[in-house]
């Protein structure tokens, strides 16, 4: 039983069931790329993340904005030409569904029907959720993926078991994170749409609340899903769209807890510093005041947040590493990040 809100409701109506795309369903995956549309850092990011990946038994790349912007489709019809060696589609959803989205507010739900708009538009046997921060760093991260799926005959294959440590406590560890998920069409299709949507339920006689696709993987035959762990092969950088739109929405006296605002900056000076981004503030303006930050932005306390700078430096360190960005990179970040690891006691690992 799905519980049901004048929200829900609405989303029954507009999601009722599921559209399928013309045509015969081809062997294969397609990779869905929810975007965010005032960040096309993010989707610079993927093309080249998955320009250095194996996509050999990929069929297409399918972009779905979560709105719709002029600026952001130019920039997608202008580069898929050249961008990779499969199709680039740009999918998105109705003026109406966007309206709801809108209602909501809320990334999650954003990201929901990112995610179904994705799907109506696949042709192929799976679909693997991409996330907007995963950075691959194996050449056949994705194909290895594809194959062990297949090898299996699993219905779902993740890299990560659920962020929420609920579903291993009762009984249910075998639900995966959906980033970099690799499910079948089929296995998507046999649930309604808004059944993956996160939403408050109850299962086996226990009422919790369930991120997106995690209720329809309690459902699932817990030999039909799996997690294939692969240690150094990706980086991948949590939350950070949804805690820049928090800090948006904010945007007065704004603590950066876990360093977001930070690491997007550096990611846009590093995949796209020709694009003006109007809530950052520049690297200058940021790291000449550490902590107090910029104007509405102020960074945690070294005595509080020491640990978790750590952790993210360390990822930044390794990517900075990675042949994903420029020779010298970690020189150059080290250098960079300078005022800030002087100030959180972190010494960074040698250079190139």
Request: aromatic content about 12%; glycine content about 6%.
């Amino acid at each position: 039983m799905i519980p049901l809100t004048d929200k829900r409701l609405l989303l029954q109506f507009l999601y009722p069931r599921w559209k399928r795309p013309a045509g015969s369903v081809r062997a294969g995956y397609s990779i869905l790329l929810p975007m965010p549309s005032d960040l096309p850092v993010f989707y610079r990011i993927a093309m080249r993340v998955l320009g250095r990946q194996n996509l050999q038994n990929a069929n297409d790349v399918i972009i779905v904005p979560d709105n719709p912007r002029r600026a952001f489709r130019d920039i997608v019809m202008r580069d898929r030409a050249r961008s990779l060696a499969v199709p680039v589609v740009l999918a998105e959803s109705s003026g109406l569904k966007r309206a709801v989205a809108r209602v909501y507010n809320r990334p999650n739900h954003f990201h929901w029907s990112q995610i179904v708009c994705g799907i109506e538009h696949s042709g192929s046997s799976h679909a693997l959720l991409h996330d907007a921060d995963m950075f691959l760093l194996e050449q056949n991260f994705l194909n290895d993926h594809y194959a062990f799926s297949l090898q299996k005959g699993l219905k779902v294959l993740g890299i990560s078991p659920a962020w929420d440590p609920w579903f291993s406590k009762n009984g249910y560890d075998h639900v995966t994170a959906t980033w970099e998920m690799l499910a079948t069409l089929e296995w998507v299709r046999s649930f309604p749409p808004i059944l993956l949507h996160g939403h408050t339920n109850r299962i086996g006689g226990l009422t919790h609340t369930f991120d997106t696709t995690y209720y329809a993987q309690c459902l699932t035959d817990p030999p039909a899903v799996a997690c294939r762990e692969s240690g150094s092969g990706f980086i991948h950088f949590n939350w950070l769209i949804s805690g820049y739109r928090w800090y948006v929405k904010r945007r007065k006296d704004y603590c950066d807890e876990r360093f977001i605002i930070m690491l997007l900056r550096l990611l846009i000076d590093e995949f796209d510093s020709d694009h003006a981004y109007r809530y950052i503030p520049s690297w200058e303006e940021m790291s000449s005041h550490v902590p107090n930050g910029h104007g509405q932005l102020v960074f945690p306390s070294s005595e509080t947040q020491g640990p978790a700078y750590e952790s993210i430096r360390e990822k930044i360190g390794a990517l900075f590493s990675s042949s994903l960005v420029k020779k010298g990179g970690r020189n150059s970040i080290n250098r960079k990040l300078e005022a800030f690891d002087k100030y959180y006691g972190y010494t960074p690992r040698g250079g190139d």
